[in-house]
């Protein structure tokens, strides 16, 4: 019963992207990991849109990149996100891997917790959330 | 009575705002271009919040960027912006220059309308813009 | 014999390209933009990292872009980029056009020229990017 | 003999760094911290593009940041960089806060090692570096 979901996709580096070191400037793997969060909550059924629609917001409260080799422009980076879901927490975690074939650029982690858009203030993981992801989990174990 | 303003600021290129051609990225001079009219618009006494906080919203309709020499990274770039008022018009033009020392880096336009924020639909520049425009042009002229 | 190439893809708007407006910002476009020339490059073989082991770069000269419609966080944007050949020209221009559906979001144009890397010198657009170019023609014609 | 540097300076946040929640993008906060590394850098006389002529990177190994309060369009932040010398290590670490006025917005830190810009290799501390550390902190001794 690991409540684990790992999802994979791919981004290419580009110049807007790159610095004058010749390799993805640092805040930019803040993009690559709302990219892969954004598509792990699309693959679950549950569109990051959607839940604005309900009127939540998943603002990020804690970054952190450890940039292992760099990025270089032109790259098609692998993104690989994983979520462990735990029932008794208010907050989630998101966890990163970056990597170019069999290099592995960057891991990091985001974390984030639920609000209501109207208030700005902190609410439970929404019934929409938690049957995506547990739903998910059960498909995936049927597999 | 030239109903013109102009306004001058500096900038500096950051490793954020380069790419791996060691240059600025071209995009990133739309940054240089908001800051400018940002800037002109609080030194005429209507900083763009106060327009927000009047429910007018003033998006770009078109950006022009010619790009004459590369800025590169720690440049301390002057940002020259200038604004001539036409009461005749809807919308709004802004040219702009960048320039380090005597070099010219770039000139460009941007293009805005005036819009009611609660339902995108285009209204009059509001009258805190033509005063704050016009009492600055009077000023200038008595000094 | 039109030397024409049209190219198109497609790219999802992050929340990383919007502003508090809640579109995305005017700057971003620049990056659409390049989305399609470097798509429109690989598709007629001849990627733009390839250019660049060749020693020469194709900076911007110029940038246009009209807005014509809001981009919304999550739009999946199409791209179409065109490229019109004219072997008379030292400077090559493209054109672009992003949309939501039916809905023209943007237009715009690009200038570049051909630079060796090396002194930053203006140059002919080299036998590798003529060839792509009238090769992808002649092959379309046969199709 | 604490060998620590403390800098302060200031940053408006401009359109180009909000998105769609109203508030800064949770990876522009990265070009903050950056800024308040180059700004520390310049204050005791060793700007960083000094150490890029002496052929001296200094890439970003990892980025942490703790977002406390949103910080939103036209609030003018201070940045604060706090830099503690330890002769005994290799790589360099920094913190930052983030502030506007009495709220505290974020905190985070970044960990940076010196490379031979022409073989990409790790090097101990330059000493133009060490000189700027240790001279910086015997001035503020006497102050």
């Not at 979520?83 to 960057?106: E, G, T």
Request: with cysteine; proline share 5%; glycine share 4%.
């Amino acid at each position: 019963m690991s409540h684990a979901i790992v999802h994979r996709c791919f981004e290419r580096v580009r110049y807007a992207d790159t610095d004058k070191m010749g390799i993805v400037y640092n805040g930019n793997y803040a993009r690559f990991f709302e990219i892969g969060r954004t598509e792990l909550l699309r693959s679950i059924g549950l569109p990051y849109v959607e839940l604005e629609k309900q009127g939540i917001l998943l603002p990020v409260l804690s970054l952190h990149v450890e940039y292992l080799a760099p990025a270089r422009y032109d790259d098609l980076l692998m993104i690989e996100t994983h979520y462990q879901h735990d029932p008794n927490v208010a907050s989630i975690q998101l966890s990163y891997q970056i990597s170019r074939d069999d290099v592995r650029i960057a891991r990091g982690s985001t974390k984030h917790s639920f609000l209501l858009a109207e208030s700005w203030r902190p609410t439970r993981p929404p019934a929409s959330f938690v049957d995506a992801v547990l739903h998910h989990h059960s498909s995936s174990e049927l597999s």
